[in-house]
């Protein structure tokens, strides 16, 4: 390959707005595949994704694009289309020069396109804005790309347009992609840098290593080293996508591609970290590196509690192939043994909670999810709180610090007034708002993670009939007043019933949960009091009256949510009760009290 002649890029789209599709036609206009083996969607990754209809992440792949006897090596590297891996899309792009914005001709500018789009502009990508689907008769081409231009900034006159589906105008977007996405720029007698983007597992080879190389070259039995961790290894092979993994002799500067080095793990292996040569090694890292920092935790436990080890093992599997999700044992009084499990984000979750569900066919209880907290103690240690129960008593912090998002929704002019008051009672903090047209705006707001995570999205969804979007970063911990909620049964704290709360809301909070519980909770023989508390000082109070000799025992009935009816499967009559203290309380009602409404 020769340099001048490496296009590195992405595409950048809102789901749905065709990204699978333009990819495909690229490979398919430039031979790398035959008509013959051209299906739907060829590089939309894993099944479940597939099943879900939307693409975390597509292969990456080498394209060769002959134009008047040259020919142009393409690397497509895709960005995953969603919130929740912000991260790996910034390593994405960091190992791009370019990026197409592609855009749906009818839907317009979407929220995390938006963001991603600055997101490539910050690291100096050159954007090639491309209106797709413009052979559909509801096309509206010219009121988007003057939105596309009040948005991101892009010149109507660059905007090119094209259907991905009937395949009209991609090989303009192949002659702009060389034309005018930059050829990098590093030299191959330097030594050896490059960048990971991402990797995988696989059970026969081991991990498999992304990468895009800055400086210097790569080939199989050259000793390297992973900057990050200090540790060397020795290559084994080195190749391209196309879209398989093809081997090869040599990677040089600006390509694309992959290696292996027999590393058995991939939490080994860090997307952001630099591989340089180990006898020649590079003098400073690439930047940019960080850990991928869990947002949201849950519990997960399996319903019957033999399937503990089983679980697992499961996890295990998991964690195989995602080194971002991570997973601890815990138990509870209310549940027994499970797992407390961190992941990116609440798509992430639900994502790893169908693949455990599918592969392992354990019926499991998903608790409700919580953000992490930051906890500065009156001796002057800062400690993470992934878990109520992790939270220290009132007397021992110094302060409590919860996670705040820039939260930006992207919404019809009509519905303004609905996403302030979804803030307002948020407790989020009014940024700005910015018109893209008349009909279309963007409201920027401050707000707790806590409070975007539960039901903010699908809030949105339903305000603006699916006709919003959002999309949010991490902006960091602030101080707030926030205090753990407890329950006591029977005068006993009850650990897995723990929440953590503002204190504005902790009385309604605290009300509900209570009224909740006594729902579930069927008569004893004794008078049973129900509590919430704040430390010593209770706020919400409650009692179960003693059984009398004529009353039965209550019926359970209402609204049966999915998990519960999984459970009420699982016990098959016999209902699984949890006796704390001298109180029997079925798993149903741990089970309405964590689920969030
Ligand atoms: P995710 O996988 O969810 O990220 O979506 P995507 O952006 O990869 O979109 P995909 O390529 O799966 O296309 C979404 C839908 O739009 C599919 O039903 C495509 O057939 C359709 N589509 C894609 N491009 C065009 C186009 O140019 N014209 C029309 N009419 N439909 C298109």
Request: negative net charge.
């Given at each position: 390959a020769e340099t001048s002649r490496i296009r590195n890029f992405s595409i950048i789209a809102h789901i749905d707005h065709g990204k699978s599709t333009l990819a495909d036609q690229l490979l398919l206009k430039t031979g790398t595949i035959s008509e013959r083996d051209f299906r739907n969607q060829l590089l939309d990754g894993m099944d479940l994704e597939r099943e879900r209809g939307i693409t975390i992440q597509m292969h990456p792949v080498t394209i060769y694009y002959t134009r008047q006897d040259q020919v142009y090596e393409l690397n497509l590297i895709d960005t995953p289309g969603h919130v929740d891996f912000g991260y790996e899309v910034s390593r994405s792009l960091a190992a791009c020069e370019g990026a197409i914005l592609l855009v749906d001709a009818f839907q317009g500018v979407q929220a995390q396109t938006v963001a991603t789009a600055f997101l490539a502009m910050e690291n100096n990508l050159t954007i090639v804005p491309v209106l797709n689907k413009i052979d559909l008769p509801t096309a509206r081409p010219e009121p988007i790309i003057e939105e596309m231009e009040t948005a991101v900034g892009t010149k109507a006159e660059d905007v090119l347009k094209c259907s991905a589906k009937s395949g009209l105008g991609i090989m303009e977007v192949l002659d702009a992609i060389?034309?005018?996405?930059?050829?990098?720029?590093?030299?191959?007698?330097?030594p050896l840098k490059a960048l990971i983007y991402n990797s995988h597992f696989d059970p026969y080879k081991g991990v498999v290593v992304y990468c895009r190389l800055f400086e210097g070259t790569i080939k199989t039995g050259q000793k390297i080293k992973l900057m990050r961790g200090n540790t060397t290894y020795v290559v084994m092979e080195v190749g391209q996508f196309r879209p398989k993994m093809q081997p090869c002799d040599t990677l040089i500067a600006g390509q694309v591609g992959y290696f292996m080095a027999q590393i058995k793990l991939i939490t080994d292996v860090h997307v952001g970290d630099t591989v340089t040569d180990s006898e020649n090694p590079t003098e400073t890292a690439l930047p940019g590196y960080k850990e991928p920092q869990p947002m949201v935790y849950s519990g997960l436990y399996p319903i019957n509690n033999n399937d503990f080890e089983t679980l697992r093992e499961a996890l295990s599997r998991l964690k195989l192939n995602d080194s971002s999700f991570t997973f601890e044992p815990e138990s509870s009084d209310g549940l027994g043994f499970g797992f407390r499990c961190g992941f990116l984000g609440l798509l992430h979750r639900e994502i790893i909670g169908q693949r455990l569900e599918r592969d392992c066919e354990?019926?499991?209880?998903?608790?409700?999810?919580?953000?992490?907290?930051?906890?500065?103690?009156?001796?002057?240690?800062?400690?993470?709180?992934?878990?109520?129960?992790?939270?220290?008593d009132a007397g021992q912090i110094e302060e409590f610090r919860e996670p705040i998002v820039k939260i930006n929704f992207l919404v019809p002019t009509s519905n303004i007034g609905d996403i302030m008051t979804l803030c307002a009672e948020r407790r989020g903090f009014y940024c700005r708002t910015e018109y893209l047209s008349t009909t279309r705006a963007i409201l920027t707001y401050e707000i707790p993670l806590a409070d975007v995570i539960y039901d903010l999205y699908d809030k949105l969804k339903s305000v603006t009939r699916g006709y919003g979007t959002m999309d949010y970063e991490m902006l960091?911990?602030?101080?707030?007043?926030?205090?753990?909620?407890?329950?006591?049964?029977?005068?006993?704290?009850?650990?897995?019933?723990?929440?953590?709360?503002?204190?504005?809301?902790?009385?309604?909070?605290?009300?509900?949960?209570?009224?909740?519980?006594r729902e579930k909770i069927d008569r004893h023989l004794f008078e049973i009091a129900l509590q919430a508390a704040i430390g010593t000082r209770v706020i919400a109070r409650e009692t179960i009256k003693a059984m009398r000799k004529d009353v039965t025992a209550k019926c359970y009935g209402g609204d049966i949510s999915r998990k519960r009816k999984l459970l009420s499967r699982q016990a098959e009559g016999k209902?699984?009760?949890?006796?704390?203290?001298?109180?029997?309380?079925?798993?149903?009602?741990?089970?309405?009290?964590l689920e969030s409404d």
């Amino acid at each position: 390959a020769e340099t001048s002649r490496i296009r590195n890029f992405s595409i950048i789209a809102h789901i749905d707005h065709g990204k699978s599709t333009l990819a495909d036609q690229l490979l398919l206009k430039t031979g790398t595949i035959s008509e013959r083996d051209f299906r739907n969607q060829l590089l939309d990754g894993m099944d479940l994704e597939r099943e879900r209809g939307i693409t975390i992440q597509m292969h990456p792949v080498t394209i060769y694009y002959t134009r008047q006897d040259q020919v142009y090596e393409l690397n497509l590297i895709d960005t995953p289309g969603h919130v929740d891996f912000g991260y790996e899309v910034s390593r994405s792009l960091a190992a791009c020069e370019g990026a197409i914005l592609l855009v749906d001709a009818f839907q317009g500018v979407q929220a995390q396109t938006v963001a991603t789009a600055f997101l490539a502009m910050e690291n100096n990508l050159t954007i090639v804005p491309v209106l797709n689907k413009i052979d559909l008769p509801t096309a509206r081409p010219e009121p988007i790309i003057e939105e596309m231009e009040t948005a991101v900034g892009t010149k109507a006159e660059d905007v090119l347009k094209c259907s991905a589906k009937s395949g009209l105008g991609i090989m303009e977007v192949l002659d702009a992609i060389v034309d005018r996405v930059p050829a990098p720029s590093g030299k191959q007698d330097n030594p050896l840098k490059a960048l990971i983007y991402n990797s995988h597992f696989d059970p026969y080879k081991g991990v498999v290593v992304y990468c895009r190389l800055f400086e210097g070259t790569i080939k199989t039995g050259q000793k390297i080293k992973l900057m990050r961790g200090n540790t060397t290894y020795v290559v084994m092979e080195v190749g391209q996508f196309r879209p398989k993994m093809q081997p090869c002799d040599t990677l040089i500067a600006g390509q694309v591609g992959y290696f292996m080095a027999q590393i058995k793990l991939i939490t080994d292996v860090h997307v952001g970290d630099t591989v340089t040569d180990s006898e020649n090694p590079t003098e400073t890292a690439l930047p940019g590196y960080k850990e991928p920092q869990p947002m949201v935790y849950s519990g997960l436990y399996p319903i019957n509690n033999n399937d503990f080890e089983t679980l697992r093992e499961a996890l295990s599997r998991l964690k195989l192939n995602d080194s971002s999700f991570t997973f601890e044992p815990e138990s509870s009084d209310g549940l027994g043994f499970g797992f407390r499990c961190g992941f990116l984000g609440l798509l992430h979750r639900e994502i790893i909670g169908q693949r455990l569900e599918r592969d392992c066919e354990i019926d499991l209880i998903h608790t409700s999810p919580n953000v992490t907290y930051e906890i500065l103690t009156r001796n002057g240690q800062t400690i993470l709180i992934k878990t109520p129960q992790d939270v220290p008593d009132a007397g021992q912090i110094e302060e409590f610090r919860e996670p705040i998002v820039k939260i930006n929704f992207l919404v019809p002019t009509s519905n303004i007034g609905d996403i302030m008051t979804l803030c307002a009672e948020r407790r989020g903090f009014y940024c700005r708002t910015e018109y893209l047209s008349t009909t279309r705006a963007i409201l920027t707001y401050e707000i707790p993670l806590a409070d975007v995570i539960y039901d903010l999205y699908d809030k949105l969804k339903s305000v603006t009939r699916g006709y919003g979007t959002m999309d949010y970063e991490m902006l960091g911990y602030r101080p707030a007043d926030l205090v753990r909620l407890d329950v006591l049964v029977h005068n006993q704290r009850v650990d897995a019933l723990s929440v953590i709360v503002h204190r504005t809301t902790a009385e309604r909070r605290g009300r509900k949960l209570i009224s909740k519980l006594r729902e579930k909770i069927d008569r004893h023989l004794f008078e049973i009091a129900l509590q919430a508390a704040i430390g010593t000082r209770v706020i919400a109070r409650e009692t179960i009256k003693a059984m009398r000799k004529d009353v039965t025992a209550k019926c359970y009935g209402g609204d049966i949510s999915r998990k519960r009816k999984l459970l009420s499967r699982q016990a098959e009559g016999k209902k699984r009760m949890k006796m704390v203290g001298q109180v029997d309380i079925p798993q149903e009602a741990f089970l309405a009290v964590l689920e969030s409404d």
